[in-house]
């Protein structure tokens, strides 16, 4: 394993992180709009994209592709954008206007879900990284938290299901044709400090934003709890990874 004590945007603060792990590169949100890309392998700072957000740059997703090195990123301007940080200067292309908090995305159909400040979740999709015109709103999901969407997971291969929480509970979206055909399960309904879900066996990992903190399994199938956890933290979990 390496550190890289180095890992965050020069003379300001990263807010926001995101991986491609398979090309070894990782992308930096930094609280100025700008992002910073990073060679994995060496430690070293490929890029640094100024002026992508106005504000801070809340979520990213990046992957290495024969596209280029794509990123999306969501920001405090309430954009969010596709840029190729594979050159020095990219022109990034507007995907959403959505005040969007959180993102999941789907690289292999151009498809990405936002979560948004209005706690609706909205799936966009854009057909090439050079048009503006070519992106459309798909759908838009509604009613399924009373404030920001604070985070987002969604599984886009198997089962076409989206998982929101917020400070008011755990969402679970089924993601399907239309807006007629979705359908909204509510999983939890007490604050959300961080969430991970393990999609290949449908289960979910959440964590209470109080210092007690409880660390709660669910089965997504049952939509029922499987195990809690309760102890003391010395500071509140705001990011979570699992297995399960």
Known sequence: LRSFTNLSCKGTTS????????????????????????????GEVLFKHSNVHRGGVWALAVREGAAGRQCL?????????????????????????????????????????????????????????????????????????????????????????????????IRLWKLGLSEQQNRMHSVGDYAVGSMAVDWSRLRILSS?????????????EKLEVLHELCGSLDATATCMATGC
């Open 208 to 220: 209470t934003p109080e210092r007690r903190a409880q660390l709660i399994v669910h089965d997504l």
């Open 73 to 169: 990123s969501s920001g405090a301007d309430g954009l969010v954008k596709l840029s190729d940080l594979a050159i020095p200067t990219p022109t990034p292309l507007q995907i959403a206007t959505d005040l969007a908090c959180c993102l999941a995305v789907d690289w292999d159909h151009n498809r990405v879900v936002t979560g948004g400040r209005d706690g609706c979740l909205r799936l966009w999709a854009w057909e090439n990284e050079k048009d503006e015109q070519a992106r459309e709103l798909l759908f838009s999901l509604e009613g399924g938290h009373s404030g920001a969407v604070k985070h987002l997971s969604a599984d886009f291969m198997l089962t076409e299901v989206a998982m929101s929480s917020g400070n008011d509970g």
């Open 15 to 42: 807010v926001s992180l995101a991986a491609d792990w398979p090309e070894q590169i990782a992308a930096a949100g930094c609280v100025d709009g700008s992002i910073t890309l990073w060679d994995l392998k060496r």
